[in-house]
């Protein structure tokens, strides 16, 4: 077979492969585009949501995320979820866990401040945190006299009236928070950053796909 020299190079082939895969472009790599530019979209508001919301709320971003695991040793289960969106389902879902915090939860090793200890019976206040609550003491929670709590658990804990009892746990509310910034983040990145993301999947699926064999 005759070489071709540069100028009798045929195109043909791969000017039809470009222009058959162009028709898969409505089709395929539309809906892929919007998908992953969704995705990358509801990442982006989860991330910001978490983010601002501790910071709001002056807790670590850890414990805002996650809940506090009462099962095995190491195990998380995470308060934000997300269900990303799909080529057939051009919806993600974020379900934002927003129940309230035990302030316990801010204190390294709470049974170091139980006040039933000597040294700690004196004081009026309890840090957890960057945060100060007076009238508070902690103490390992009875069922009994202090509604939620897990018999034997640490909590950080005040009396409800003048008598000893009952007893509330003292906790951290992050619905208005993290409402509050998950609005606010949606409506930034769907203003801000929607087209710009859909553009650049755009051009990244056309680049894979025209040429695609």
Not at 176 to 199: D, V
């Given at each position: 077979?005759?070489?071709?020299?540069?100028?009798?190079?045929?195109?043909?082939?791969?000017?039809?492969?470009?222009?058959?895969?162009?028709?898969?472009?409505?089709?395929?790599?539309?809906?892929?585009?919007?998908?992953?530019?969704?995705?990358?979209?509801?990442?982006?508001?989860?991330?910001?949501?978490?983010?601002?919301?501790?910071?709001?709320?002056?807790?670590?971003?850890?414990?805002?995320?996650?809940?506090?695991?009462?099962?095995?040793?190491?195990?998380?289960?995470?308060?934000?979820?997300?269900?990303?969106a799909s080529q057939k389902r051009l919806e993600a879902q974020i379900k934002?866990?927003?129940?309230?915090?035990?302030?316990?939860?801010?204190?390294?090793?709470?049974?170091?401040?139980?006040?039933?200890?000597?040294r700690m019976r004196k004081r009026k206040t309890i840090k957890a945190g960057?945060?100060?609550?007076?009238?508070?003491?902690?103490?390992?929670?009875?069922?009994?006299?202090?509604?939620?709590?897990?018999?034997?658990?640490?909590?950080?804990?005040?009396?409800?009236g003048s008598s000893r009892y009952p007893l509330e746990v003292i906790k951290?509310?992050?619905?208005?928070?993290?409402?509050?910034?998950?609005?606010?983040?949606?409506?930034?990145?769907?203003?801000?950053?929607?087209?710009?993301?859909?553009?650049?999947?755009?051009?990244?699926?056309?680049?894979?796909?025209?040429?695609?064999?």
């Open positions: 077979m005759r070489k071709l020299s540069w100028y009798e190079v045929d195109f043909v082939p791969e000017m039809n492969r470009a222009i058959t895969n162009l028709t898969r472009l409505g089709s395929i790599l539309l809906p892929r585009a919007a998908a992953a530019s969704t995705n990358k979209m509801a990442r982006a508001i989860n991330t910001a949501t978490i983010k601002n919301a501790a910071n709001q709320l002056k807790i670590p971003v850890s414990v805002l995320k996650y809940h506090d695991p009462k099962g095995k040793a190491g195990q998380k289960k995470p308060r934000f979820r997300m269900r990303l934002m866990g927003r129940t309230a915090i035990p302030v316990v939860r801010l204190i390294r090793k709470p049974e170091s401040q139980d006040t039933r200890l000597p960057n945060h100060v609550f007076s009238g508070a003491f902690v103490a390992a929670g009875v069922t009994k006299h202090a509604k939620g709590v897990l018999k034997g658990r640490y909590q950080v804990m005040r009396r409800t951290l509310e992050t619905k208005s928070a993290i409402t509050r910034h998950a609005i606010r983040e949606t409506r930034s990145q769907l203003r801000n950053n929607a087209g710009n993301f859909l553009a650049a999947e755009l051009l990244r699926q056309a680049k894979i796909g025209l040429l695609k064999k």
